[in-house]
Structures are given as C-alpha cells and as structure tokens.
C-alpha cells in the first residue's frame, strides 16, 4: 500500500467522524454545536451536566446509536458488495445478490404478521430468512457439483425472486390498516427505531462477517483471477469463495435485519471507493466499508431534514445511486473489468 492510498482511507476515515459528529446536531431539531461538544465531554469526563435534559436524551439515546448504527449498516453493505464484485468479477453485483435481503423481507413481513410488529421477532426472523436464501443459492449454484460464479449469481437471482413473490405475498394477506403499512415502511429502509440494543443485537454478525472479509481481502484478488490461477497459486477456490459469501452474508443479514432494505449501497460506493484507490482489493474492501459508512450517515441526515416526516433510505439511496451510476458507467466505461 503506497502513501497516496494510506493518505486516501486516512481521510475517509476522519470524514466518517466528522459526518458522524455532524449528524449529532443536524435534525428538525438543530443543536449548537457548544451544546453536543459540552454533553459529550460531560460524559467521557463524567462531570456535571450542564445542559438541559433534552438535549442529553436527544444526543446520547436517539441520534448517537442512530449514527453508529447507520455507519455499521453502510459499512457492511459496501464491503460486501465490493467483495462479491471482486469474487464473481462482475461490476454490477451488489451485496444482495445471493438473494439475502429478499429472503431477509420476507423473514420481516412473516414477523410482522405472525408477532404483529415485534421488533425481537422482526430481527431474528429477517436474520435467519436472509441467511436461508444465501443457502438456497449456494444449493442451486451446486446443480453441478461444483459452485462456478455464474451459477451462483443465477441461483441469486433465481431466489431473490422465488421471495420478492413471497413479499408480494405476505402483503396480499397482511392486514391492510396495521400490518401492510408497517411491512411496506420496512421494506423500504429506515434507521428511525435504531437504540443501542439494536446495536449490539446486530453487530454481532456484522463485526464477524467484517473481520472475515478483511482477514481474507488479499484471496479475493487471487480468486477475481479465476479458478485455474487459483490452485496454481496454492489456494482452495472453492473453500476461499464459501469464506467470502459466508463473512459478506453475515455482515448484510446483519445490517438488513435492523434498518430494512436499502438498496444501491452495496453497487455504487465500491465503484466509488474503486475510483479512490483502484481495483486491489487489498485495499479497496477496507476502503469501501469507510465509504460506505460516510455514504450512508450523510443519507440518513438528509432524510431526517429534507421533509418535515423522516423520508424512507431505500427511496434517497435509489434517487442519489441511479443517476450517479449512470455517470460512474460514463466516466469509467467499465474500464478494468
């Protein structure tokens, strides 16, 4: 890693602390930034508290673990996409291309309808369904007794849309004055309901699925080569990309679980992290997870102030994401791919 790059996720991450400490007085109800620094310091120092109860309760249990949590879940979505991008050597994979957020939808809407809106349920349950559809996948792409790329973005394919119809489903036989609309607001992404035990309750798989794909970020270059450079070189393709699929699934079922579906995070920031530092995945999976991080605090700030209700993040991620893609298509022309 030559200077530039350091210099290059040195600044994306002091860009993620200042979005983050930004996002703590930006909102429909602004702070001063004297009033944020004085309650944080108050409870690093644990002095005395000196500003009014509002405003601590307002930093510290509503917008700080929204804030944390909004940098996890852009985080894991950018890694895992830069991952299966660099896996599958395809530019228009995203992280939920095995089909986990569809299957994580469905897991949701079940919840929604069976323990009518329990957020534990919702949790477990768009957990456990994201990870059976990256299973139902990884069986299909196995129809041959080996798992090439191709067919497991087809067996992806094929499963998203077995549980898009699952969806559509749940939807029909929802109730539609309580359960449709609390269904459709998750689907559409949402970090409103994010605390602390949100937190802890997904970082679990987040933070393993993470490590993983940054402890093995160097394979990944091997196994964008193809299987033949791979066992020339001394790797098992096949146990190296069931470790990928396996830390990426993990980090996005984790971050789908707890803000819904977001989409184009997982597409576009790795192109965006790739034109920062290039196509070494040695340095451009931990360069994602950064941007990814940014990309999505600044969304969800702009979500909380463009309208005078909070604006879903799969509608703000889909405007801002379509048109710069086009304009990343046009700038690149898919050069190194």
């Known amino acids: 890693m030559n200077n530039s790059k350091k210099?290059?996720?040195?600044?994306?991450?002091?860009?993620?602390?200042?979005?983050?400490?930004?996002?703590?007085?930006?909102?429909?109800?602004p702070l001063p930034v004297s009033a944020v620094w004085?309650?944080?310091?108050?409870?690093?120092?644990?002095?005395?508290?000196g500003e009014p109860d509002i405003a601590k309760t307002l930093i510290l249990d509503i917008r700080l673990p929204r804030v944390v949590l909004g940098a996890m879940v852009g985080g894991c979505l950018a890694i895992s996409g830069a991952a299966f991008q660099g896996l599958f050597r395809n530019p228009l994979v995203s992280s939920d291309m095995l089909g986990v957020s569809h299957g994580a939808g469905f897991g949701a809407a079940m919840a929604i309808i069976l323990f009518h809106g329990n957020i534990t349920a919702i949790y477990v349950f768009a957990f456990s369904f994201g990870l059976l559809a990256v299973f139902f996948s990884y069986l299909i792409g196995r129809v041959y007794n080996t798992?090439?790329?191709i067919m497991l973005v087809?067996?992806?394919?094929?499963?998203?849309?077995?549980?898009?119809?699952?969806?559509?489903?749940?939807?029909?036989?929802?109730?539609?004055?309580?359960q449709l609309p609390t269904i459709v607001f998750w689907l559409m992404g949402s970090l409103a309901a994010a605390s602390y035990r949100n937190v802890l309750i997904a970082g679990v798989p987040m933070i393993v699925g993470v490590t993983g794909l940054i402890c093995i970020r160097w394979r990944v270059n091997v196994l964008s080569m193809g299987d033949k450079e791979a066992h020339a070189l001394g790797i098992n393709p096949a146990v190296d990309r069931g470790i990928v699929i396996v830390c990426a699934t993990l980090a996005t079922a984790g971050a789908v679980c707890v803000s819904g579906i977001i989409g184009w995070v997982g597409l576009i920031v790795p192109h965006i992290a790739r034109m920062?530092?290039?196509?070494?995945?040695?340095?451009?999976?931990?360069?994602?997870?950064?941007?990814?991080?940014?990309?999505?605090?600044l969304v969800d700030d702009l979500s909380r102030i463009i309208t005078g209700s909070e604006m879903p993040l799969g509608i703000l991620t889909a405007l801002?994401?379509?048109?710069?893609?086009?304009?990343?298509?046009?700038k690149t022309k898919a050069k190194g791919w």
């Open 154 to 178: 087809l067996g992806g394919i094929i499963v998203s849309s077995i549980f898009s119809a699952l969806i559509s489903f749940a939807k029909y036989v929802a109730d539609p004055y309580q």
């Open 38 to 49: 004085k309650v944080l310091l108050s409870e690093l120092t644990g002095g005395a508290r």
């Open 276 to 297: 920062l530092v290039g196509d070494d995945n040695g340095i451009l999976i931990p360069a994602s997870y950064l941007a990814g991080a940014v990309f999505l605090v």
């Open 147 to 149: 798992t090439p790329s």
């Open 7 to 29: 210099a290059i996720i040195l600044l994306l991450f002091i860009f993620l602390l200042i979005a983050i400490f930004a996002s703590l007085f930006i909102g429909r109800y």
């Open 320 to 330: 801002l994401g379509a048109p710069f893609f086009i304009y990343l298509l046009k």
